[in-house]
């Protein structure tokens, strides 16, 4: 009822041409790129994998093996569990929760000072600085630190210079590498979002508080983090999410041993073309990632709305 | 140019939600008058100029112009043309351009809409500006390629929303004049929103005060200061003194009020109120501070007050003198600057005439707030 | 005044810091784009050479995955774009208590990891097909499991997204006074869009379309799921980063990095330029009347820097047909070749006095170690690895010998 009225006092507003175009192309994007593929995969998460002749057929039922893999692994007497798959489940969340703090701690006072210094040529510069590698390929970047780590790569050719190190070390095994990129891939995620809000800080406010006594921490704890946390969850968000779902800093930069969750996902798809394996996988990373961030919004009081400013 | 088309509104009621911003609104807009709503900030006086320009649907009643039910027709097809409180002029066109805008839209050549607009520009004094853009012209400027724009559309009516708010005080007095005039060359119906009395007393023909959606009074200028209807009206439009009482007596169309402070004082009743006042009931006094006169101390005259001097202030072309009244409020008489130094000294106690034709009484109402 | 002097050198430190972090690794990438060593680095340095941009411009998959890359990039500019600009006017008229779930939900996609949304692309559409039943040979079947298509689709779901955040800060700031007052004059809805809003959002347009492509030419998570059988830049880097890298890649880099930086210099020169000439319609500054330079660049770093890049940029085309690193490979060969004999004869001294020293404990392979640590980065394995003529070929040739086991395959063997 209401959203009838709604639609038609749409349509009063923009008028039957421009209003069909713009329900079009917003339904377009909500059914068939956003809600419907994520039901169609969701769906196909709970089937076998089976060829195609036997789909829809007899044995086309919902299952939950796919999810049951990946905690009892192939074992169908859920006996044993599928340690190696949760453990890489593990290590990505809390590898990414890691790097969002990381980035948050390298993040804040550079947001800060960029924030509050206005207009000078010296900021302005350091802006502009920013942005350039904001443009630049994730893979490139990666490929970038991947020189650096490299065994016979700078970092290791000046530990040894130096004689810090007898043998190159193989940052890329022990994934420093890795979380190196992961941290550096998405730094400008953090920035930005916090460098927004604490621009928008009134700076009369600070020096009100500095000039009622307060000590730097106090004011950072009272004035300009509160005042902040908009951007910061906003920024962590983005820098948890993406981090938890990269692809191509794993691949590049992972060690061989060790796997990040969205590399399971990859092989089900593309290396075991198993999809429906690869779908539930896939729905556990987006759930999962999901659940941890609302629940951080809501511990911190934050709104969807700020999400993006 | 097109003469005048009649507006009626019957009935009108506009709700939003709970909330009822328009209430049993009935106007009868006579083709070529001046009309204006006038009314404080909040009143529903520019939702009745959304419902007539066809922004929004009255939830009930019809609106007729020209005689024709406008309901269900678009903004876009109504004989009407709105001037926007903030203009609302095309940031990035040209002034020829904007003003040209209702030609551009039905498909008229460059060349025409281009003729069209440099006849405009002459009519509002800004012949040669056509090129510039909006946000090069001073707020007067604007002002008028905002009329001409909407005159442009060849209208039957237009519509000013409070369009001289944004000016200052010596242009917006200025604007009245040229708006009068404007008016009365092109000789369609304008109907104006405003919340300064100024304006309205000034520029209409006649003019409806509203009050939380409420229409108290329709009249003309001159009706609606000297026989206010109701006592929003009469402390709402122009400086007034209130004087509260019971009805003594009632002779005719005089009233003679028993006041708390004043004593008994005789008074007309408003021409809208006569038949409704009985004795007994509680009323209010009106007398405008230009009314009252100093004069002799006549103790038991009916038209005649005494009250302590409070302050007194000089306004150039007269002396503002504040005195004791009632319930904390005080009565203000103006005194015409006759070159003489001051009126009155701080306590002093003065007796003020008035004629009685000159108050209005009437039942005991809502005050408008300062 | 000491503690004040402190807070200075720690925010330096600091920024210092931050910024070789984050610029550091670039620089370094761009360096190796002129080293001849045939493994991206910079120490030791070979030979300054711009052969690596020839063995760029020469690679077929690069050149094809720029040209998929543009096109998908075409596709999903005009797709993301629009259903931006629609779901952002959308949004400000949607009815008050549907307006967050209706913002939860087109914000949803910068959030959904790109690995999901690569995944729910290919499985709905290849849904859809068999739903619609819809058999091999068909046209529909082949658009369904086109990487072109699913890619456009796939990257125009979250890349709406950021359009649309673009095309709300605009719209926060219109009048939608003005398109009733278009309304008013008798415009149709069509017109008041297109003469009104259209063009107030015109830079927001350019500026969401300059970003839309951007994230589609740079996305790499949702291509390489629905890709399939075509491949965009991104996918073939990350194949040839994956499986064995040279510094082909770091130039195509270095040219990334300086049309960056080109771009953001002009953004700079020009944003400085408009200011200049609003300040100076104001009267707050007076024209230069005369002066060596140009006007444009009174004044402005940006254009500074901006003359500064293309002299060199210039100056490196014109020097890049006449360098010739032939003699200086020679060199490093030869130099190299000494270096690697008397290596060996250090090798067999030092072997000689272990196997008389501990002769239980020698392995033929922990040798090779002893001397590279004790001569730190001088025998880097690039220059043991390297093949001067033939730069594409991979494949070491003989008399690097022993050593190559140990230097090269970590940088190979990252993904198996």
């Not at chain 2, 097109?2 to 609104?25: M, N, P, Q, T």
């Not at chain 2, 209130?242 to 028993?258: M, P, Q």
């Not at chain 3, 980063?241 to 040279?246: A, D, E, H, P, Q």
């Given at each position: 009822m209401k959203s009838k009225f709604f639609l038609s006092e749409f349509f009063k507003n923009n008028g039957a041409v421009m209003g069909s175009l713009l329900i079009g192309l917003v339904g377009f994007w909500l059914i068939f790129l956003i809600i419907l593929p994520q039901l169609s995969m969701l769906d196909y998460s709970f089937r076998f994998n089976l060829p195609p002749a036997e789909q829809g057929g007899p044995k086309d039922v919902y299952?939950?093996?796919?999810?049951?893999?990946?905690?009892?692994?192939?074992?169908?007497?859920?006996?044993?569990?599928?340690?190696?798959?949760?453990?890489?489940?593990?290590?990505?969340?809390?590898?990414?929760?890691?790097?969002?703090?990381?980035?948050?701690?390298?993040?804040?006072?550079?947001?800060?000072?960029?924030?509050?210094?206005?207009?000078?040529?010296?900021?302005?510069?350091?802006?502009?600085?920013?942005?350039?590698?904001?443009?630049?390929?994730?893979?490139?970047?990666?490929?970038?630190?991947?020189?650096?780590?490299?065994?016979?790569?700078?970092?290791?050719?000046?530990?040894?210079?130096?004689?810090?190190?007898?043998?190159?070390?193989?940052?890329?095994?022990?994934?420093?590498?890795?979380?190196?990129?992961?941290?550096?891939?998405?730094?400008?995620?953090?920035?930005?979002?916090?460098?927004?809000?604490?621009?928008?800080?009134?700076?009369?406010?600070?020096?009100?508080?500095?000039?009622?006594?307060?000590?730097?921490?106090?004011?950072?704890?009272?004035?300009?983090?509160?005042?902040?946390?908009?951007?910061?969850?906003?920024?962590?968000?983005?820098?948890?999410?993406?981090?938890?779902?990269?692809?191509?800093?794993?691949?590049?930069?992972?060690?061989?041993?060790?796997?990040?969750?969205?590399?399971?996902?990859?092989?089900?798809?593309?290396?075991?073309?198993?999809?429906?394996?690869?779908?539930?996988?896939?729905?556990?990373?987006?759930?999962?990632?999901?659940?941890?961030?609302?629940?951080?919004?809501?511990?911190?009081?934050?709104?969807?709305?700020?999400?993006?400013? | 140019m097109s003469s005048g088309v009649a507006v009626d509104l019957e009935d009108i009621w506009i709700r939003f939600g709970d909330f009822v911003a328009v209430k049993e609104a009935n106007v009868a807009i006579k083709g070529g008058d001046f009309f204006s709503f006038l009314g404080?900030?909040?009143?529903?006086?520019?939702?009745?100029?959304?419902?007539?320009?066809?922004?929004?649907?009255?939830?009930?009643?019809?609106?007729?112009?020209?005689?024709?039910?406008?309901?269900?027709?678009?903004?876009?097809?109504?004989?009407?043309?709105?001037?926007?409180?903030?203009?609302?002029?095309?940031?990035?066109?040209?002034?020829?351009?904007?003003?040209?805008?209702?030609?551009?839209?039905?498909?008229?050549?460059?060349?025409?809409?281009?003729?069209?607009?440099?006849?405009?520009?002459?009519?509002?004094?800004?012949?040669?500006?056509?090129?510039?853009?909006?946000?090069?012209?001073?707020?007067?400027?604007?002002?008028?390629?905002?009329?001409?724009?909407?005159?442009?559309?060849?209208?039957?009516?237009?519509?000013?929303?409070?369009?001289?708010?944004?000016?200052?005080?010596?242009?917006?007095?200025?604007?009245?004049?040229?708006?009068?005039?404007?008016?009365?060359?092109?000789?369609?119906?304008?109907?104006?929103?405003?919340?300064?009395?100024?304006?309205?007393?000034?520029?209409?023909?006649?003019?409806?005060?509203?009050?939380?959606?409420?229409?108290?009074?329709?009249?003309?200028?001159?009706?609606?200061?000297?026989?206010?209807?109701?006592?929003?009206?009469?402390?709402?439009?122009?400086?007034?003194?209130?004087?509260?009482?019971?009805?003594?007596?009632?002779k005719g169309n005089e009233a003679l009020i028993s006041t708390n402070r004043s004593g008994d004082l005789l008074s007309s009743i408003s021409p809208s109120q006569v038949g409704k006042l009985a004795v007994g009931d509680d009323a209010m006094m009106f007398i405008r501070p230009e009314a009252l006169q100093l004069g002799p101390a006549k103790k038991s005259s009916k038209t005649t007050i005494s009250a302590n001097v409070i302050n007194e202030e000089f306004e150039g072309n007269s002396f503002s003198v504040f005195l004791e009244g009632d319930g904390g409020k005080s009565v203000k008489m103006s005194v015409p600057n006759g070159g003489q130094d001051k009126i009155s000294d701080r306590g002093e106690v003065l007796s003020l005439h008035y004629n009685a034709n000159n108050a209005v009484a009437m039942p005991a109402g809502e005050l408008a707030s300062e | 005044m000491k503690s004040d002097s402190l807070i200075r050198i720690a925010l330096g430190a600091y920024l210092l810091i931050f910024f070789s972090y984050l610029l550091g690794p670039l620089l370094v990438m761009s360096l190796t784009a002129f080293n001849s060593a045939s493994f991206p680095s910079v120490s030791p340095w070979a030979c300054f050479t711009y052969e690596w941009f020839d063995v760029l411009l020469r690679d077929k998959h690069i050149r094809d995955g720029i040209y998929y890359s543009v096109i998908i990039g075409i596709g999903t500019v005009t797709l993301s774009v629009s259903m931006g600009l629609a779901a952002s006017i959308v949004l400000t008229q949607v009815w008050p208590r549907l307006r967050s779930t209706y913002y939860t939900l087109i914000i949803a996609p910068i959030l959904i990891p790109g690995v999901v949304l690569g995944i729910s692309t290919l499985v709905f559409w290849d849904r859809v097909g068999a739903f619609l039943g819809v058999s091999d040979e068909t046209a529909l079947y082949g658009l369904f499991h086109n990487g072109l298509f699913l890619t456009i689709l796939g990257q125009s779901t979250f890349i709406a997204s950021y359009a649309m955040l673009v095309f709300v800060a605009r719209l926060q700031r219109f009048d939608t006074g003005l398109t009733e007052a278009a309304l008013d004059l008798g415009a149709t809805h069509t017109q008041a869009f297109r003469k009104i809003l259209l063009p107030f959002m015109r830079p927001a347009i350019a500026s969401a379309a300059v970003l839309a492509f951007l994230a589609s030419f740079e996305n790499y998570n949702t291509t390489t799921f629905t890709i399939i059988d075509y491949k965009t830049l991104t996918t073939v880097l990350a194949q040839k980063v994956r499986l064995g890298i040279n510094p082909s890649i770091s130039s195509l880099a270095f040219i990334v990095i300086v049309l960056t930086v080109f771009a953001a210099l002009v953004f700079e020169a020009t944003h400085h330029n408009r200011k200049r000439k609003d300040a100076i319609a104001q009267g707050k500054v007076t024209p230069v009347k005369k002066g060596i330079l140009p006007p444009f660049m009174h004044g402005n770093a940006a254009a500074f820097g901006l003359v500064a890049l293309a002299c060199v940029v210039i100056v490196m085309i014109g020097t890049a047909g006449k360098h010739d690193p032939q003699v200086c490979k020679a060199d490093v060969r030869e130099a190299r070749m000494l270096e690697t004999e008397r290596r060996i004869k250090v090798l067999n001294e030092t072997r000689a006095l272990r196997e008389q020293s501990e002769p239980a404990e020698s392995t033929p392979n922990k040798p090779a170690l002893a001397p590279s640590g004790a001569f730190g980065g001088v025998f880097a394995p690039t220059n043991l690895t390297e093949d001067d003529a033939e730069p594409e070929t991979e494949t070491p040739k003989g008399g690097s010998g022993a050593f190559d086991n140990v230097f090269a395959p970590t940088n190979l063997d990252t993904e198996d």
């Amino acid at each position: 009822m209401k959203s009838k009225f709604f639609l038609s006092e749409f349509f009063k507003n923009n008028g039957a041409v421009m209003g069909s175009l713009l329900i079009g192309l917003v339904g377009f994007w909500l059914i068939f790129l956003i809600i419907l593929p994520q039901l169609s995969m969701l769906d196909y998460s709970f089937r076998f994998n089976l060829p195609p002749a036997e789909q829809g057929g007899p044995k086309d039922v919902y299952t939950l093996s796919n999810y049951e893999h990946l905690i009892y692994g192939s074992d169908i007497t859920h006996q044993t569990y599928n340690s190696v798959d949760l453990m890489v489940f593990v290590r990505t969340i809390i590898a990414a929760m890691l790097v969002t703090i990381f980035n948050i701690f390298l993040c804040y006072p550079l947001a800060y000072f960029l924030g509050q210094s206005k207009g000078s040529g010296f900021v302005r510069l350091l802006v502009v600085l920013l942005i350039i590698p904001y443009w630049i390929n994730e893979i490139l970047r990666a490929f970038a630190l991947r020189i650096i780590f490299g065994d016979s790569g700078l970092l290791n050719e000046t530990l040894m210079f130096l004689h810090l190190t007898e043998a190159p070390i193989d940052f890329i095994r022990k994934d420093i590498a890795l979380y190196a990129g992961l941290g550096y891939a998405y730094i400008l995620l953090m920035l930005f979002p916090m460098y927004n809000v604490i621009e928008s800080l009134d700076r009369n406010q600070i020096e009100a508080a500095r000039d009622m006594g307060a000590s730097w921490m106090r004011i950072h704890r009272r004035i300009v983090i509160p005042h902040a946390k908009p951007g910061i969850v906003s920024g962590a968000t983005m820098v948890f999410m993406l981090s938890a779902g990269a692809l191509a800093a794993p691949q590049i930069l992972g060690g061989p041993s060790s796997l990040w969750f969205t590399q399971l996902v990859y092989q089900w798809f593309n290396d075991s073309l198993n999809w429906q394996q690869g779908a539930a996988y896939a729905i556990v990373l987006l759930v999962s990632t999901i659940v941890i961030v609302l629940t951080v919004m809501r511990f911190f009081k934050v709104n969807m709305g700020d999400i993006g400013k | 140019m097109s003469s005048g088309v009649a507006v009626d509104l019957e009935d009108i009621w506009i709700r939003f939600g709970d909330f009822v911003a328009v209430k049993e609104a009935n106007v009868a807009i006579k083709g070529g008058d001046f009309f204006s709503f006038l009314g404080p900030s909040g009143c529903g006086k520019t939702t009745i100029l959304r419902a007539v320009s066809g922004f929004l649907d009255p939830s009930q009643g019809q609106i007729r112009i020209g005689g024709k039910d406008m309901s269900g027709i678009g903004p876009n097809k109504r004989p009407t043309a709105l001037i926007f409180q903030n203009l609302a002029l095309f940031p990035l066109m040209k002034v020829w351009e904007n003003i040209s805008f209702s030609m551009e839209v039905t498909g008229a050549s460059a060349k025409q809409r281009r003729k069209r607009a440099d006849e405009l520009l002459d009519m509002i004094a800004l012949d040669g500006q056509g090129d510039k853009l909006p946000s090069e012209l001073s707020g007067g400027q604007k002002q008028r390629v905002a009329i001409a724009r909407a005159l442009c559309a060849n209208p039957d009516v237009l519509l000013l929303d409070e369009p001289l708010s944004a000016l200052d005080l010596k242009l917006r007095q200025h604007m009245r004049t040229e708006l009068r005039e404007i008016q009365q060359r092109v000789g369609i119906t304008f109907i104006y929103i405003t919340h300064d009395q100024g304006e309205a007393l000034t520029m209409s023909d006649n003019v409806a005060v509203m009050k939380a959606g409420v229409i108290d009074q329709i009249d003309t200028g001159h009706n609606i200061y000297d026989h206010p209807a109701t006592p929003f009206v009469a402390s709402f439009v122009g400086e007034n003194n209130v004087f509260r009482g019971r009805v003594k007596e009632i002779k005719g169309n005089e009233a003679l009020i028993s006041t708390n402070r004043s004593g008994d004082l005789l008074s007309s009743i408003s021409p809208s109120q006569v038949g409704k006042l009985a004795v007994g009931d509680d009323a209010m006094m009106f007398i405008r501070p230009e009314a009252l006169q100093l004069g002799p101390a006549k103790k038991s005259s009916k038209t005649t007050i005494s009250a302590n001097v409070i302050n007194e202030e000089f306004e150039g072309n007269s002396f503002s003198v504040f005195l004791e009244g009632d319930g904390g409020k005080s009565v203000k008489m103006s005194v015409p600057n006759g070159g003489q130094d001051k009126i009155s000294d701080r306590g002093e106690v003065l007796s003020l005439h008035y004629n009685a034709n000159n108050a209005v009484a009437m039942p005991a109402g809502e005050l408008a707030s300062e | 005044m000491k503690s004040d002097s402190l807070i200075r050198i720690a925010l330096g430190a600091y920024l210092l810091i931050f910024f070789s972090y984050l610029l550091g690794p670039l620089l370094v990438m761009s360096l190796t784009a002129f080293n001849s060593a045939s493994f991206p680095s910079v120490s030791p340095w070979a030979c300054f050479t711009y052969e690596w941009f020839d063995v760029l411009l020469r690679d077929k998959h690069i050149r094809d995955g720029i040209y998929y890359s543009v096109i998908i990039g075409i596709g999903t500019v005009t797709l993301s774009v629009s259903m931006g600009l629609a779901a952002s006017i959308v949004l400000t008229q949607v009815w008050p208590r549907l307006r967050s779930t209706y913002y939860t939900l087109i914000i949803a996609p910068i959030l959904i990891p790109g690995v999901v949304l690569g995944i729910s692309t290919l499985v709905f559409w290849d849904r859809v097909g068999a739903f619609l039943g819809v058999s091999d040979e068909t046209a529909l079947y082949g658009l369904f499991h086109n990487g072109l298509f699913l890619t456009i689709l796939g990257q125009s779901t979250f890349i709406a997204s950021y359009a649309m955040l673009v095309f709300v800060a605009r719209l926060q700031r219109f009048d939608t006074g003005l398109t009733e007052a278009a309304l008013d004059l008798g415009a149709t809805h069509t017109q008041a869009f297109r003469k009104i809003l259209l063009p107030f959002m015109r830079p927001a347009i350019a500026s969401a379309a300059v970003l839309a492509f951007l994230a589609s030419f740079e996305n790499y998570n949702t291509t390489t799921f629905t890709i399939i059988d075509y491949k965009t830049l991104t996918t073939v880097l990350a194949q040839k980063v994956r499986l064995g890298i040279n510094p082909s890649i770091s130039s195509l880099a270095f040219i990334v990095i300086v049309l960056t930086v080109f771009a953001a210099l002009v953004f700079e020169a020009t944003h400085h330029n408009r200011k200049r000439k609003d300040a100076i319609a104001q009267g707050k500054v007076t024209p230069v009347k005369k002066g060596i330079l140009p006007p444009f660049m009174h004044g402005n770093a940006a254009a500074f820097g901006l003359v500064a890049l293309a002299c060199v940029v210039i100056v490196m085309i014109g020097t890049a047909g006449k360098h010739d690193p032939q003699v200086c490979k020679a060199d490093v060969r030869e130099a190299r070749m000494l270096e690697t004999e008397r290596r060996i004869k250090v090798l067999n001294e030092t072997r000689a006095l272990r196997e008389q020293s501990e002769p239980a404990e020698s392995t033929p392979n922990k040798p090779a170690l002893a001397p590279s640590g004790a001569f730190g980065g001088v025998f880097a394995p690039t220059n043991l690895t390297e093949d001067d003529a033939e730069p594409e070929t991979e494949t070491p040739k003989g008399g690097s010998g022993a050593f190559d086991n140990v230097f090269a395959p970590t940088n190979l063997d990252t993904e198996d």
